[in-house]
């Protein structure tokens, strides 16, 4: 099933009526959904059932609800017309082989979210949040938020998961298994010059094209 567009009050009664579950019903109370505007024609989005795609898929809307498990062999690209800001809301298991958000943008998934090669969340105020489990093997999450409702495996990366429910992000922070140095020394150089430099979006230019990310 196609992606359908929708009213923003059609949006919020189905964020309601989804079948997510009771944790991350409580979690999405923290967003204020009421201050979600009204863009326009395209801007509310949902997708019932479950997607599959062998390539890279981009999220349409800047307001999107995808109800069903999402198997990506490529990226799965947060990033959508509109810019800054936005919303992504996934009930089902997120596999896919990439995922990045964009600034300003809240995802929350009510599953596991498995991005094998990367998952890129270091937008400024962007957020992550898995109910469930979060595996990949290099996270790119410095300087955004990222919390997960079980358990985390990263191999690699720079940043840092908490805990949802945890009061202090230092605390409690679960980093990769790999230290930020010898995580750097997995990239191509040409990379860790970019990242050296706070380049996202360099990042993601390059999974969105397929060049290669790693030695």
């Not at 567009?5 to 967003?31: H, I, K, N």
Request: hydrophobic share 40%.
């Amino acid at each position: 099933m196609a992606f359908q567009v929708v009213s923003r009050e059609e949006f919020l009664l189905s964020l309601v009526d989804c079948g997510a579950s009771p944790f991350f019903t409580e979690q999405m109370t923290r967003l204020d959904l009421r201050g979600m505007p009204d863009e326009g024609r395209a801007a509310y989005q949902i997708h019932y059932g479950p997607l599959t795609a062998v390539g890279s898929v981009q999220i349409p809307a800047h307001f999107t609800l995808m109800v069903g498990d999402v198997r990506v062999g490529g990226l799965l690209d947060a990033e959508d017309a509109y810019g800054e800001g936005g919303a992504l809301f996934v009930v089902g298991d997120v596999h896919c082989g990439a995922f990045s958000s964009q600034p300003g943008k809240s995802t929350m998934i009510d599953g596991d979210l498995t991005a094998r090669d990367i998952l890129i969340n270091a937008f400024s105020d962007s957020a992550l949040v898995v109910i469930g489990d979060l595996r990949t093997n290099f996270f790119y999450g410095r300087n955004a938020w990222t919390g997960v409702g079980g358990q985390v495996r990263m191999q690699a990366g720079e940043g840092s998961c908490r805990p949802i429910d945890s009061c202090s992000a230092i605390a409690h922070a679960v980093r990769p298994d790999l230290g930020e140095a010898d995580s750097r020394d997995l990239l191509l150089p040409s990379l860790r010059d970019e990242l050296d430099q706070t380049q996202e979006q360099a990042l993601v230019e390059r999974v969105r094209f397929g060049v290669p990310l790693f030695r």
